[in-house]
């Protein structure tokens, strides 16, 4: 049995093994035939029509908890998990997944930020593997295989609690084979500095596998440019000057000259968000190496400077940027030291 088969307009009409399967509200086991079971509350839209009509769509996140969406047994992959809440949850709630009943999680990134949304503001991503569409509807098509389970969870470190949140993560039971990579995200957020503007988007990752993706939330301090600075990959070992160096944060997500001609989304980059509504601007980019994984045997570490221009000189200046980056990437054990995520005054667009 191939785990490597994907279905594709060319291939769709092909058998493929496995069981589909679906957790929602309205089926939190996603067992076979128990949808649509809840009995309506009295005076719920739902009242008068009885069972089997959307009887509980949603659930509520309680303030200060972990509340679990999916614990699943066996072997598998997730193939789609899709949220919609409203947007005072991107920075506050954290969504965590746990692979092979590890007591910590191998994903652990603010809501918004996984599916390229940061700085609480809701926009359209048209990427491959992330999509948002119209007021807030998060879709991940990240394949994710584990072999003996996963828990999926949401902690909400908002001041209260966070109702209407709409939930389904869709997933394939099947076997997988003994080469399979786990999917991991982490977040981090820093203030550079001047005298040493590098910003780490991820810390050196010990392990093998192949880094997948990076999503960036840029909040410029200055004036004019704010994206000179180069995304570097220390691979197996680098420490001083790395084995992959980039020309540029907008040559980086596929772009060119300082963004001039505006936002814009395709399948595997974008830069979707140039927030002017404030004094301070606010950018979202995001790169997903899909069809050129970065794959490192021994460790890897990725940074980006926050570098822009002296224009009356023509020099580039360091930057005291706000910089907030989720990474993305498969390694072959389930990864549990991931960096704790900061308290909710930390964690909040400023």
């Given at each position: 049995m191939t785990d490597n088969f994907i279905h594709s307009l060319g291939n769709i009409y092909r058998l493929a093994p496995g069981r589909t399967r679906s957790i929602s509200a309205e089926n939190p086991t996603g067992a076979k035939g128990e949808g649509g079971r809840a009995v309506p509350e009295k005076g719920s839209a739902a009242e008068k029509l009885g069972k089997g009509w959307k009887a509980r769509p949603c659930i509520t996140l309680k303030a200060g908890e972990e509340t679990l969406l999916a614990d699943i047994k066996g072997s598998g992959v997730i193939q789609h998990m899709w949220f919609t809440v409203s947007e005072k949850a991107y920075?506050?709630?954290?969504?965590?997944?746990?692979?092979?009943?590890?007591?910590?999680?191998?994903?652990?990134?603010?809501?918004?930020?996984?599916?390229?949304?940061?700085?609480?503001?809701?926009?359209?991503?048209?990427?491959?593997?992330?999509?948002?569409?119209?007021?807030?509807?998060?879709?991940?098509?990240?394949?994710?295989?584990?072999?003996?389970g996963c828990r999926i969870a949401v902690e909400n470190r908002f001041t209260s609690d966070i109702d209407s949140f709409f939930y389904q993560i869709t997933y394939n039971e099947r076997e997988v084979n003994e080469e399979i990579l786990y999917f991991h995200s982490q977040w981090r957020r820093e203030t550079t500095d001047r005298k040493n503007p590098d910003f780490t988007i991820l810390p050196e990752?010990?392990?093998?596998?192949?880094?997948?993706?990076?999503?960036?939330?840029?909040?410029?301090?200055?004036n004019g440019w704010w994206g000179e600075g180069e995304l570097k990959f220390f691979i197996d070992g680098d420490r001083e000057y790395p084995t992959i160096c980039g020309t540029g944060t907008e040559d980086y997500v596929g772009g060119a000259w300082c963004f001039s001609t505006g936002p814009y989304s395709a399948p595997f980059l974008g830069y979707p968000l140039h927030d002017t509504s404030r004094e301070v601007h606010r950018h979202g980019l995001y790169r997903w190496h899909i069809l050129d994984p970065i794959r490192f045997d021994s460790d890897l570490r990725v940074t980006v400077q926050a570098l822009g221009w002296y224009e009356d000189i023509m020099k580039f200046q360091p930057l005291e940027d706000d910089i907030a980056a989720t990474s993305y990437w498969y390694a072959d054990r389930p990864y549990t030291e991931l960096e704790e995520i900061p308290g909710l005054e930390d964690l909040l667009p400023r």
């Open positions: 920075r506050s709630c954290i969504l965590k997944i746990y692979w092979e009943n590890q007591d910590k999680p191998s994903v652990q990134v603010p809501m918004g930020d996984f599916f390229a949304n940061g700085h609480g503001i809701r926009c359209s991503i048209n990427s491959m593997p992330i999509n948002v569409n119209s007021h807030g509807g998060f879709n991940s098509y990240w394949p994710m295989p584990y072999k003996k990752f010990r392990g093998k596998g192949q880094y997948v993706g990076t999503y960036l939330a840029w909040k410029q301090h200055s």
